[in-house]
């Protein structure tokens, strides 16, 4: 009998069985202590919502819009680096779950499908992240690619330029294709179903980068290649430049600061995406969810304020709408669909989510989630305010 799926930490168990070591530590990790990366979770978990009764509960929606594109539910899958090694042909199968369930895919960069292969398996436009690297040739061939694969959104990540520390991938020495140590093949040989996928697809690279960059060192390690690859000086003027060169609906993503906002609107973004990387980036950063209350004060009425870090139910969805949020994101509750199922695991942990959002919605008073707002929750005093700059921002 097939696994009843009922919540994405189901997902999250058979995903931590079918997935080598390596990739599962990957998506499991935050940077250093991983403070940022618990905090993102359980910081939801101290907001309460407001039950409300006798409300006509009937002709529901969940269906909004991020950045002006329809969605069915504001929950579009979030940009994850090695999508493809979690389960074969990963970003593909992904894009369809989510084109088939109406909300935004983003590709990364670092993905292992290109942004070609993926236009060529899917029908609908899909967005596309930008790492920003010291080859200005090869950055605005991405954005050339990217325009020419159809992509209606180019989302900037800001807050990578260095790779924050994940001492697990350090020691399991990730790699794309995962590289044959004596570690490394005890464990694999474990994971049957998925090598199988793997033997089937040739698709085991960085597809973006291989074949595709000039003077590449070791293209299959994530480390490696942003150590030399990534800009250190992306400033706000070659973020001007990225948008002049795109043209198009630009999304800044890893903000977590309400003067970076204000920075992110004076250049011109349709949306930011509050957001510290999932925990991965600065360690000892507050989690997304308690930032995005000041970020949203300083400039929600004039950009589309979203957020990621933390997602795994349609209550945190909720709560980060009630917040503010005009879209959310879901990056490590895909990846667990993903790799515990393929597309279906993904379709899975879409509707868990849709399904935790309407009923919580409904529960709450409220029948549309364009009326959701700080009215719908109970947030513990200092939530938002017990923490200030230790000196006025410079
Ligand atoms: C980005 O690619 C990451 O590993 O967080």
């Known amino acids: 009998m ?4 009922t919540t994405v930490d189901d997902l999250h168990a058979l995903y931590r069985r079918r997935v080598p070591r390596m990739f599962y530590d990957y998506c499991q990790s935050g940077s250093w202590t991983e403070q940022t990366f618990r905090e993102n979770e359980t910081d939801f978990d101290l907001i309460r919502l407001r039950q409300r009764v006798a409300v006509d509960m009937e002709g529901r929606s969940v269906a909004g819009t991020m950045i ?21 042909d990963g970003e593909i199968l992904a894009a369809r779950a989510a084109e088939a369930f109406g909300v935004p895919f983003t590709l990364s960069t670092m993905s292992i499908c290109s942004i070609e292969d993926v236009a060529e398996h899917t029908t609908k436009p899909f967005w596309f992240q930008l790492y920003v690297m010291k080859d200005e040739d090869f950055v605005d061939r991405l954005i050339e690619r990217a325009r020419a694969a159809g992509c209606d959104a180019l989302v900037l990540t800001l807050d990578l330029q260095i790779l924050g520390q994940r001492h697990k991938d350090l020691k399991n020495g990730l790699s794309a294709p995962p590289k044959l140590t004596p570690a490394s093949i005890a464990n694999l040989a474990t994971k049957v179903r998925w090598g199988m996928g793997m033997a089937r697809t040739k698709r085991r690279f960085f597809g973006n ?15 490696s290649w942003t150590a030399e690859q ?52 600065l360690d000892g950063a507050l989690s997304s969810i308690r930032m995005l209350p000041e970020i949203v004060d300083a400039v929600g009425d004039r950009v589309e304020v979203h957020m990621d870090g933390g997602i795994r139910s349609g209550q945190d969805v909720l709560k980060a709408l009630a ?62 305010g017990d923490w200030e700059p230790a000196a006025p921002p410079r």
């Open 2 to 5: 097939p696994p009843v799926i």
């Open 68 to 88: 002006g594109r329809e969605v069915t539910m504001p929950v579009a899958l979030a940009p994850v680096g090695l999508t493809g090694m979690q389960y074969a």
């Open 209 to 223: 980068i291989v074949g595709h960059a000039k003077g590449v060192g070791d293209a299959s390690s994530l480390s």
């Open 230 to 281: 990534f800009d250190p000086r992306l400033d706000w003027d070659k973020i001007r430049r990225i948008k002049d060169k795109w043209g198009g609906k630009l999304i800044l993503k890893g903000i977590l600061d309400a003067e970076d906002a204000r920075m992110a609107l004076q250049v011109g973004a349709d949306a930011i995406v509050v957001s510290n990387h999932g925990g991965r980036q």
């Open 323 to 384: 917040l503010g949020a005009k879209g959310t994101y879901i990056g490590r509750a895909f990846v667990y669909g993903l790799g515990a199922m393929g597309q279906q695991g993904v379709t899975h942990a879409l509707e868990v989510i849709r399904k935790e959002l309407d009923t919580t919605m409904a529960l709450c008073g409220e029948k549309d989630i364009h009326d959701l707002g700080p009215h719908n929750l109970l947030v513990p005093r200092g939530f938002r």
